[in-house]
């Protein structure tokens, strides 16, 4: 496989629920992220990792918690979920955190919380 | 704070034309700036990045600009198809110091109609 790709593609979880969005990059990029789109609305940044150590967490609530054990690999564990939660997750990566680094998405998983 | 500005309103267009995408940001003018393309259901992808110095940048049938004086870039496709009927999202630093990370407007809704 070449590019970033996210399982599962699409998730539906009750509030109670656990679950685990995996991300995995083949690009061998150094710098991975996790973004949040609801509908109409900008993409969120949620977390940012480099060289798979955390260097940004944007105010994230604590319901998702995210997990990088290798440079090609990020999770984002889920539990306790709210519906405005609801949103297509999207994984990123960059060769690096420089300047003017572009980034390579996934095809996102669309979640919905009932 | 930086805030990125984009007509939330689709742009309609007939085949063949030339379609013009605005972004205007608020605040800061950032060192670079970037353009991607969305589609239904999927990750962003990047198409162009222009840095402060330049004042346009081509590829293919696309063409960028970016105002600082204006505080404004704007996007041209150029031969409109179809298969360029997408949202167009453009990102940039949210800081001076934001190097690692990108703001995404909510992006431009393009249709274009044969």
């Known amino acids: 496989e070449t590019g970033v790709t996210q399982t599962p593609r699409h998730l539906v979880m009750g509030m109670t629920n656990k679950k685990s969005l995996k991300c995995e990059q083949h690009?061998?990029?150094?710098?991975m992220y996790w973004y949040k789109q609801s509908a109409k609305k900008p993409l969120e940044l949620m977390f940012v990792?480099?060289?798979?150590?955390?260097?940004e967490n944007n105010s994230v609530p604590s319901r998702f918690s995210p997990e990088c054990p290798n440079s090609s690999h990020l999770f984002l564990h889920l539990h306790t979920l709210q519906p405005e939660d609801s949103a297509l997750y999207l994984c990123?990566?960059?060769?690096?955190?420089?300047?003017?680094?572009?980034?390579?998405f996934g095809p996102g998983t669309r979640l919905l919380v009932l | 704070s930086q805030k990125i500005e984009q007509n939330s309103e689709a742009l309609n267009i007939q085949e063949g034309k030339t379609a013009t995408l605005t972004c205007n940001y608020t605040?800061?003018?950032?060192?670079?700036l970037q353009w991607y393309r969305q589609d239904p259901g999927r990750g962003p992808v990047f198409l162009l990045l222009?840095?402060?110095?330049?004042k346009e940048k081509r590829k293919e049938r696309l063409k960028v600009t970016f105002d600082t004086t204006l505080k404004q870039s704007l996007f041209h496709i150029t031969a409109s198809q179809p298969a360029d009927s997408a949202t167009y999202l453009c990102?940039?630093?949210?800081?001076?110091?934001?190097?690692?990370?990108?703001?995404f407007g909510a992006g431009t809704r393009l249709a274009v109609h044969p």
């Open positions: 990792y480099s060289l798979e150590e955390r260097v």
């Open positions: 990102a940039l630093p949210p800081d001076p110091g934001g190097y690692n990370k990108l703001i």
């Open positions: 605040n800061y003018s950032p060192a670079y």
């Open positions: 990123a990566s960059s060769q690096d955190q420089g300047p003017q680094e572009t980034q390579y």
């Open positions: 690009l061998g990029h150094n710098a």
């Open positions: 222009i840095r402060e110095n330049e």
